[in-house]
C-alpha cells in the first residue's frame, strides 16, 4: 500500500481471468471488439477493462485514491489508462470479473476522470486507480 491519506478502498484477491473491471453498475457494455491478446486495456462507453496477472500467478492487488494522491508516490509505476469514464449512475464499480472483490464507490458526477497505474508493463500484480 503506498499511503492512506487519500485511500477511497483497496482488495487483493486472486484474479481468476486476469481481468481488473471498472464500470457504471449500469452498464450495458459488451466490449465485443476487444482482443485481449493484443490489448491491456480496453474502454467501451462506460466500462474499462484492464489486463492484470491471473491467478496462476499469484494475488492482485488494487487500490483506488483520490487525486491528492502524491505523483512521487506512483513515480515508478506506469501509466496503463487516462480518460473520463461516464458514469449515470454515480457509482463506479471496480471489480475481478468474477466479482469475487466488488468495490462500489460513489461520485458527484455522472462522469469521472480515471487514471490507472500498473507495477507491471504485461501482468500487472499492483493496480493503482486515481480518480480526479
Not at 492512506?4 to 481481468?19: A, I, K
Not at 491491456?40 to 462506460?46: G, I, R
Amino acid at each position: 500500500m503506498i499511503s492512506t491519506d487519500d485511500l477511497r478502498g483497496s482488495f487483493t484477491v486472486p484474479f481468476e481471468h486476469g481481468l481488473l473491471v471498472l464500470e457504471d453498475p449500469a452498464t450495458r457494455a459488451t466490449h465485443d471488439g476487444w482482443v485481449a491478446a493484443a490489448e491491456q486495456v480496453h474502454l467501451d462507453q462506460d466500462s474499462l477493462y484492464v489486463g492484470v496477472q491471473a491467478s496462476v500467478d499469484g494475488p492482485v492487488t488494487v487500490e483506488v485514491y483520490d487525486a491528492g494522491l502524491p505523483e512521487s508516490a506512483t513515480a515508478e509505476m506506469t501509466l496503463r489508462f487516462s480518460g473520463e469514464l461516464p458514469l449515470s449512475s454515480r457509482i463506479l464499480r471496480v471489480s475481478d470479473s468474477d466479482n469475487l472483490a466488488v468495490l462500489s464507490l460513489q461520485t458527484n458526477s455522472e462522469s469521472v476522470r480515471v487514471r490507472v497505474l500498473v507495477d507491471d508493463d504485461e501482468w500487472p500484480a499492483l493496480v493503482v486507480i486515481i480518480l480526479e
